[in-house]
């Protein structure tokens, strides 16, 4: 879809600096697990990174659900990259949602995007590969394509939450990323979902509509529902299937 604002293409970004190896990368995120311990603020946690990281090798990953991370990432990092799977089956409310991010907050949205268009991919796999495989789907149009886009940096901030589901409740605020190599770091895995929306209005920053709809957790719209009073927030993800994750947070 055309975009109102500037919106990056990460192929199209600048050569980074040379990153720091693993084996630094891995003793950066042990020390900085025992410093910020299992519940730190989360502006001491980015406090953290802005210390020990420098732009352009910090970035921040969104799924346009809210903007309360960038913005507490932008105050201490501003100009902070803000990768956006673009997946190409989002609501409408979600491109929405990220194109206010781009023009209202000091960040550098970048679309990070899959080899292939939903109907390359529909020619040379089948149509709605999301309902017969939808593992291979969010490998191809989510991980795969994060995996070559956080090769550029040192450190990703998500923004995980233990209470979003079984799967998450151990999730630590600083960890190394085995799978994607480079720290994670997690600022707000002790809020609620009540949090994030008082600190959404509170600081009158974008919010998805959906997620007043029904919608407390928002992926690809073919493959996300509203949940009913009382399910799991995640519950309205791959419903019907075994899946719980698209495997960019194991």
Known sequence: ?????????????????????????????????????????????????????????????????????????????????????????????????????????????????????????????????????PAQCCALRKVQPLRRSLAGYEVWFTGVRRDEAPTRTNTPVVTWDEGFGLVKVNPMVDWTFDQLIEYSEDNILPVNPLLSQGYPSIGCQPCTRKVAPGEDPRAGRWAGSDKTECGLHT
């Open 1 to 133: 879809m055309t975009d109102p604002v500037t919106i990056t293409n990460l192929a199209s970004a600048p050569a980074r600096p040379a990153l720091r190896s693993h084996e630094e990368l891995k003793a950066l995120a042990e020390s900085g697990a025992a410093e910020l311990g299992w519940n730190a603020p989360a502006r001491d946690v980015i406090a953290w990174v802005a210390r020990n990281f420098e732009l352009p090798t910090v970035t921040v990953a969104c799924s346009m659900a809210d903007a309360v991370l960038p913005a507490l990432v932008a105050d201490q990092l501003p100009g902070v990259d803000v990768l956006f799977l673009e997946t190409g089956y989002h609501f409408k409310e979600t491109y929405e949602t990220r194109d206010e991010v781009a023009a209202n907050l000091r960040v550098n949205v970048v679309d990070v995007l899959p080899e292939t268009t939903v109907e390359q991919q529909d020619r040379l796999l089948g149509k709605d590969l999301f309902a017969r495989d």
